[in-house]
């Protein structure tokens, strides 16, 4: 099974302040990369998918970049709703495995 | 507006079966591939199975695999997780979700199955 290796396991940063997620595959997954975020108490929802393209309704604020073993999601100017969950999944090979999540939360 | 709204959880012994439906509208559900995703309390996600829009081709995480069985009616819009000799292990809530190249690009509101004696 490909492992997803997502970094830090939590964050703590001001309003406005950029924040970077770092996610590390365990062989190359060729930018099948996708992002999600989970606010508290709600079901996941689709970020980034091939690494760098924004899902419909997305902020653009949210930008996701990276190629065969390292991957990041990017979120510019926090905002208080971007608290949350985020979640990285490799779709290149089954299993699909997620990472363990960063868990982001206002300072 | 894609919904899925997820039905049929709850408690079950340990051995016992339970049967999991998701209800979608919003998109033609016969074109889309669909999954089951599930996240143990205050733990990750994890992948559990997929099956293609005709409902031809499945897949499985090993550690379900000969236990669950995906499926789906695509004349009633209604995907399934049938699960056998249920284990601790699988206590989880269970999300459906639309299967896009293998991204999940929407989520039901989650089901809760509670695998206890």
């Known amino acids: 099974d490909i492992q997803m290796t997502q970094s830090p396991a939590s964050l703590s940063a001001s309003l406005g302040e950029t924040v970077t997620i770092e996610c590390l595959a365990s062989?190359?997954?060729?930018?099948?990369l996708a992002w999600y975020q989970q606010k508290p108490g709600k079901s996941p929802q689709l970020l980034i998918y091939?690494?760098?393209s924004l899902n419909d309704g997305v902020p653009s604020r949210f930008s996701g970049s990276g190629s065969g073993t390292q991957y990041s999601l990017k979120i510019n100017s926090l905002q208080s709703e971007d608290v949350s969950i985020y979640f990285c999944q490799q779709n290149y090979d089954s299993p699909y495995t997620f990472g363990a999540g960063t868990k982001l939360e206002l300072k | 507006e894609v919904q899925l709204v997820e039905s049929g959880g709850g408690l079950v012994q340990p051995g016992r079966s339970m049967k999991l439906s998701c209800a979608a509208s919003g998109f033609t559900f016969s074109n889309y591939g669909m999954a089951w995703v599930r996240q143990a309390p205050t733990k990750g996600l994890e992948w559990v199975a997929t099956?293609?829009?005709?409902?031809?081709?499945?897949y499985y995480r090993d550690s379900v695999k000969g236990r669950f069985t995906i499926s789906r009616d695509n004349a009633k819009s209604t995907l399934y997780l049938q699960m056998n000799s249920l284990r601790s292990e699988d206590t989880a809530t269970y999300y459906c979700t639309r299967d896009k190249r293998r991204v999940c690009d929407y989520w039901g509101q989650g089901v809760m199955v509670t695998v206890s004696s």
């Open positions: 099956i293609s829009y005709d409902g031809s081709s499945t």
């Open positions: 062989e190359d997954i060729y930018s099948n």
């Open positions: 091939y690494a760098n």
